[in-house]
């Protein structure tokens, strides 16, 4: 089962990481200035996670492929790491796909 991990960032800001079962992170988020924001972009991945059309497909100037969820509104609520081929980026689709609907919630910051 995949989990969310809430951290602080060097300058203060919280993020999370959605982590596979594996322990692999596969899903990271923007940096939010108070920790209610923060679990605010967790529901949004919760609830979001299963609607294909929300994953942008993108490459990056490298030419490596990766995604960003994206709610509703269009705004971008998570990022992938860079893969090494469209077929590892689909698996890590999918990975986020299975793991955030029903993933824990770990806050480190507490």
């Known amino acids: 089962m ?9 300058n203060g800001e919280f993020q999370f990481n959605l982590k596979a ?7 990271t ?3 939010y200035s108070t920790k209610a924001a923060c679990s605010n972009g967790i529901e949004s991945v ?4 299963a609607d294909d059309n ?5 490459e990056s100037s490298s030419g490596k492929p990766y995604f960003n969820l994206k709610a509703g509104n ?12 469209v077929a590892a980026r689909e698996n890590g ?3 986020v796909k299975k793991n955030a609907p029903d993933a824990t919630i770990d806050d480190q910051t507490a």
């Open 93 to 95: 689709i999918d990975s």
């Open 29 to 31: 988020s923007e940096g």
């Open 21 to 27: 079962g594996n322990g692999q992170t596969i899903l």
């Open 2 to 10: 995949g989990k969310f991990v809430i951290t602080t960032r060097a």
């Open 46 to 49: 919760k609830n979001n996670a």
């Open 74 to 85: 269009g705004q971008i609520i998570g990022a992938s790491e860079m893969y090494e081929s």
């Open 54 to 58: 929300r994953y942008d497909r993108k």
